[in-house]
């Protein structure tokens, strides 16, 4: 078990029960004189041996001591992560992402470590599940380390355990609601799921596209009929060694959207753009390019853009549906029209008005996507869609799909883009909402100077270059000083320094664009 458990145990005998309690505990377990370390990992059969003693010491059952570690224990894991939680998060925000920013830390530090999985899945505002899987059983922990994530918050929470896996269930599930008091009010917003697809619904051929090249799909080459072109940057050679090697699944329809063409594909993840039947609409949706999926990989793409379907702002794009079709996951977003900032930025220079106005709705969607527990993961140019005027601004295309596939495939060192992705990244730190700001800075520094602040080749030459980054005054040509340093600390090396906070990046923002206008 990993060391900051045992450490928060400990904790935990000495705050109630004193020093002499815990040492007479040692003592009972055959490990008189044990050092902890937060840092460390230690045998099971050590931490449930001190766990007995300290319920034959302290008279109490094994259940309602691991339920009370756990809502000690809550306040403490939340101390642990530290500085990479958002400051605006809460109780649900913060269960949403305790397996990428607590338990990735916790086997970075030590590989071998073997923490218990715990996925959220939000149902709405004020309720979610937690599913808890450990081998050690240890159910009444996770229970009581949401009661104490709740304390820590102030916001008073209902746990019911719906399955457990002591009961010979496969895993642990909670129901977690959020109990409101009479002034306040909710409401349960849910997204549509197609029903699954009869047949012929679909049916799904290949076409090869330029530069894609997707290592886990399976395919025999006998057995997808060639697409013929259907946009500029799809292209197939029947027959080519190459072009096997760069093939997409192309559906016919998924459930009532008929497929028209590929917009984009990603590392792991292909745009379509298509109609929606019943709607009578054209939309983008967008799913996983392999063509055998585990649930692994479903389970968490779903609940991500169910997440972001219960995101409505103006500068993200919106999510109309959610669904899984022959058990590939997918969401349906708008279907926006114009150009990415990486175009626009290729056109010539933009003012400094429009600069700002840019830069600082970009904050806002992320910012937003940031409040409801959700890191972008892969924020750069060519993610950012403006319409043709450059009046309205969207982010688009979080990096969940190639985040999720680099998590399965240790071969894969981390997702994103080189030049964007924050150093702490690049040494194999999570994504967080402060990796997300070092990208936003870095999209900044190009809107104003027109050149990427970093190089795109390999891991070191990037890692390389931002340590002795230091931007030219010819770069910034005659950028007012307030915006270069704002700039500037967004994209510090070390996470700590740099600036992420919100309001003063938006302060800032208002101030130059107000000076701008005089």
């Known amino acids: 078990m990993h060391g900051s458990i045992c450490c928060i145990v400990k904790k935990f005998v000495d705050t109630n029960h004193g020093s002499e309690a815990w040492d007479a505990i040692l003592e009972h377990a055959g490990y008189s004189g044990l050092v902890l370390s937060p840092i460390g990992t230690y045998p099971d059969e050590a931490v449930f041996a001190l766990l007995g003693a300290g319920c034959e010491l302290l008279q109490t059952e094994l259940d309602d001591l691991l339920q009370l570690l756990g809502r000690f224990a809550g ?10 939680l958002h400051p605006d998060w809460k109780t649900f925000e913060l269960l949403s992402n305790v397996e990428s920013l607590i338990h990735r ?29 450990s081998r050690r059983g240890l159910c009444r922990l996770a ?31 909670f129901e977690v609601k959020r109990v ?38 399976t395919f025999d ?35 009532r959207y008929l497929i028209h063409e590929i917009l984009g594909v990603g590392g792991m993840g292909v745009v379509y753009r298509a109609t929606d039947e019943t709607l009578n609409r054209i939309v983008a949706i967008k799913t ?33 549906d959610v669904g899984e079709i022959g058990g590939r996951p997918y969401f349906v977003m708008e279907h926006l029209t114009g150009q990415s900032l990486s175009k626009r930025i ?33 924020i750069k140019p060519d993610n950012i869609m403006l319409s043709l005027d450059s009046r309205k601004c969207h982010l ?20 994103g883009t080189p030049g964007f992705i924050a150093p702490e990244r690049l040494r194999g730190y999570p994504a967080d909402y402060k990796s997300d700001f070092f990208s936003l800075g870095c999209v900044a520094y190009e809107i104003f100077s027109g050149k990427r602040a970093f190089d795109s080749g390999s891991t070191q030459s990037v890692i390389s270059s931002m340590q002795r980054f230091e931007p030219k005054g010819s770069d910034w040509g005659d950028t007012p000083d307030a915006l270069r340093r704002l700039i500037t600390d967004m994209m510090l090396t070390n996470a700590e320094e740099r600036m992420t906070d919100y309001e003063s990046i938006r302060e800032v923002l208002e101030r130059t664009l107000s000076g701008l206008l005089r």
């Open 396 to 415: 688009l295309d979080f990096g969940l799909a190639d985040e999720l596939c680099v998590q399965r495939d240790v071969s894969k060192r981390l997702s």
């Open 288 to 320: 996983l390019k392999s063509v055998k999926v585990g649930r692994e990989l479903a389970d968490p793409f779903i609940e991500e853009a169910r997440a972001m379907a219960r995101l409505s702002h103006e500068n993200v794009v919106r999510v109309y």
């Open 143 to 173: 229970h009581g380390i949401i009661e104490g994530i709740g304390d820590f918050f102030a916001e008073e929470l209902a746990v019911r355990e719906i399955t457990c896996a002591k009961q010979g269930h496969p895993f642990c599930t």
């Open 221 to 255: 080459s006998d057995s997808f009929d060639w697409y013929p072109s259907v946009s500029s940057r799809i292209y197939a050679r029947s027959g080519s060694r190459d072009s096997q090697q760069n093939l997409v699944p192309f559906p016919k329809r998924l459930g």
């Open 75 to 84: 306040p403490e894991l939340i101390g642990f992560a530290g500085n990479m």
């Open 346 to 378: 290729i056109q010539g220079p933009i003012s400094h008005q429009l600069g700002v106005e840019l830069f600082n709705k970009v904050l806002q969607g992320v910012n937003a996507v940031h409040k409801i527990g959700l890191v972008h993961r892969d």
């Open 180 to 217: 409101l008091n009479q002034n306040e009010s909710h409401k349960i917003e849910c997204t549509t799921v197609d029903p699954q697809p009869t047949d012929g619904s679909f049916q799904e051929t290949f076409v090869a596209t330029e530069g894609a090249n997707d290592s886990n799909s």
């Open 105 to 133: 830390t916790i086997r970075m530090q030590n590989p071998t470590a073997q923490p218990a999985n715990i996925q959220a899945f939000r149902l709405s505002d004020d309720e979610t599940q937690v599913v808890y899987s």
